[in-house]
Antibody, heavy 120, light 107 residues
Framework: EVQLVQSGAEVKKPGESLKISCKGSGYIFSSYWIGWVRQMPGKGLEWMGI????????RYSPSFQGQVTISADKSISTAYLQWSSLKASDTAMYYCARSLYSSGWYFGYWGQGTLVTVSS | DIQMTQSPSSLSASVGDRVTITCRAS??????LAWYQQKPGKVPKLLIH???TLQSGVPSRFSGSGSGTDFTLTISSLQPEDVATYYCQNYNSAPFIFGPGTKVDIK
């Protein structure tokens, strides 16, 4: 069974760094695209970026390019979303999601979400 | 970048009604279009990919159509459990953005 298990909720202050994780199981981690989606409180889904762990090929939304870093550690089947300096506007739920098939950039499997709260 | 729009932004319909949601891409995306359902407080769920291919386990009252720039998601007979926000997504060319969503509730 494919599962994506995300790290727990975080409360951080503006300017702090953060790395949240998404551990995949039940499939060959390096063979499927894995992406991140932001959902701010009461708002819609925002596509942030996607990475192919097999060769680290990645694509970012222009809205998030330079603001976050998507990475993966194939050895532990885990993807990451990282900020170097958080802002209050980063407060949101963040979902990781996996492509349904090894090709195709739509998401067939989703993590449970990680709530990030940034507040002074 | 390709922009995605959806209409209406919200709708209210009766149980058993036929509901249609429209998604429009700013450029031709062929059939590289997915639809997702997000129930309140829940994780999004894939309903349809390749514009019209129903994901395994999704009730047959859901259907998708369209190609190029204009797409529709249809619920043939609205059920109470269909209360959700529905999003389309372009996956033809990056960034693979979502539409703004259509909120569906029961009248």
């Amino acid at each position: 069974e494919v599962q994506l298990v995300q790290s727990g909720a975080e409360v951080k202050k503006p300017g702090e760094s953060l790395k949240i994780s998404c551990k995949g199981s039940g499939y060959i981690f390096s063979s499927y695209w894995i992406g991140w989606v932001r959902q701010m409180p009461g708002k819609g889904l925002e596509w942030m970026g996607i990475m192919y762990p097999g060769d680290s090929d990645s694509r970012y939304s222009p809205s998030f390019q330079g603001q976050v870093t998507i990475s993966a550690d194939k050895s532990i089947s885990t993807a990451y979303l990282q900020w170097s300096s958080l802002k209050a506007s980063d407060t949101a739920m963040y979902y990781c999601a996996r492509s349904l098939y090894s090709s195709g950039w739509y998401f067939g499997y989703w993590g449970q979400g990680t709530l990030v709260t940034v507040s002074s | 970048d390709i922009q995605m729009t959806q209409s209406p932004s919200s709708l209210s319909a009766s149980v058993g009604d036929r509901v249609t949601i429209t998604c429009r891409a700013s450029q031709d995306i062929s059939n590289y279009l997915a639809w997702y359902q997000q129930k309140p407080g829940k994780v999004p769920k894939l309903l349809i990919h390749a514009a019209s291919t129903l994901q395994s386990g999704v009730p047959s009252r859901f259907s998708g159509s369209g190609s190029g720039t204009d797409f529709t998601l249809t619920i043939s007979s609205l059920q109470p459990e269909d209360v959700a926000t529905y999003y389309c997504q372009n996956y033809n060319s990056a960034p693979f953005i979502f539409g703004p969503g259509t909120k569906v509730d029961i009248k």
